[in-house]
């Protein structure tokens, strides 16, 4: 009996140390990956939304990795927009946005790299928006980093 309870143990041990493995890989439309780590991923989040997470990441020489995710409920439109701002003189200002929209869809990939200022703090602030069968949900999520 000890035996098997303590494999049973083992086993779980193992899975759980392989299913939660603190990112998920999400694939853009072009085929690139987008890493999420869990904390930067809210699941459940809606009716509509079943997931979604954004990311701000300093990867060096001023660059700034930035990547947005959701997993709808069912398909439907989805439309996210990311604004890039930086925090100069005690106010955030606008830098550059991206908005991006997929029709009849569930599931939605984006990333790209801008090129910052290393020093520099900045703040990505990422709409998301889905309308599935005339009812719809938003949510927003704000992150922020410093260039590296």
């Not at 779980?12 to 904390?39: E, H, K, W």
């Not at 604004?83 to 991206?98: A, C, D, K, M, P």
């Not at 009849?104 to 900045?122: H, L, M």
């Amino acid at each position: 009996m000890k035996k098997k309870l303590c494999l049973a143990l083992v086993a779980l041990c193992i899975f759980m140390g392989t299913a939660n493995t603190g990112l998920l890989n999400v694939y853009a439309g072009d085929g690139s990956r987008i890493r999420i780590t869990d904390t930067d991923m809210v699941t459940r989040a809606s009716k509509c939304i079943h997931e979604y997470g954004s990311e701000l990441y300093a990867s060096g020489n001023g660059n700034l990795d930035i990547s947005a995710y959701l997993v709808a409920t069912n398909k439907g439109k989805i439309d996210v927009t990311m604004t890039l701002q930086i925090y100069r003189n005690g106010n955030w200002s606008y830098v550059t946005s991206w908005e991006k929209s997929s029709s009849n869809s569930s599931v939605f990939g984006f990333s790209t790299t801008y090129r910052g200022t290393a020093g520099e703090t900045y703040r990505l602030v990422t709409n998301f928006r889905v309308t599935v069968n005339g009812a719809y949900d938003s949510r927003m999520q704000t992150l922020s980093t410093k260039a590296k």
